[in-house]
């Protein structure tokens, strides 16, 4: 399951965050939630939120409805080095 997962990351959301210095990564996947963690210029970028519910948990939530219903930031961004703004 993971690995169908991060074949979507791969092919339709992590080109999308790379063009602006970021990317995802999976840290767990527990009942029906996945974790992830924001890297690179999306760790701490002001429109993270909107980017993790409206763009990627939509996406994977309508591509994997029986095994994902939330995904949940586990990002620390106000560590972020250099977000993209």
């Not at 959301?13 to 970021?22: E, M, N, T, V």
């Not at 995904?71 to 250099?82: I, Q, S």
């Amino acid at each position: 399951m993971i690995r169908q997962i991060e074949k979507v990351l791969d092919d339709q959301i992590r080109p999308a965050l790379a063009s602006h210095g970021g990317d995802i990564e999976v840290i767990d996947y527990d009942n029906q939630k996945l974790f992830v963690k924001l890297t690179g210029g999306c760790q701490g970028c002001s429109s993270s939120k909107a980017t993790l519910k409206d763009g990627i948990e939509r996406l994977l939530i309508g591509k994997f409805p029986e095994m994902i219903n939330e995904v949940v930031d586990l990002t620390d961004h106000a560590a972020g080095d250099n977000p993209f703004m």
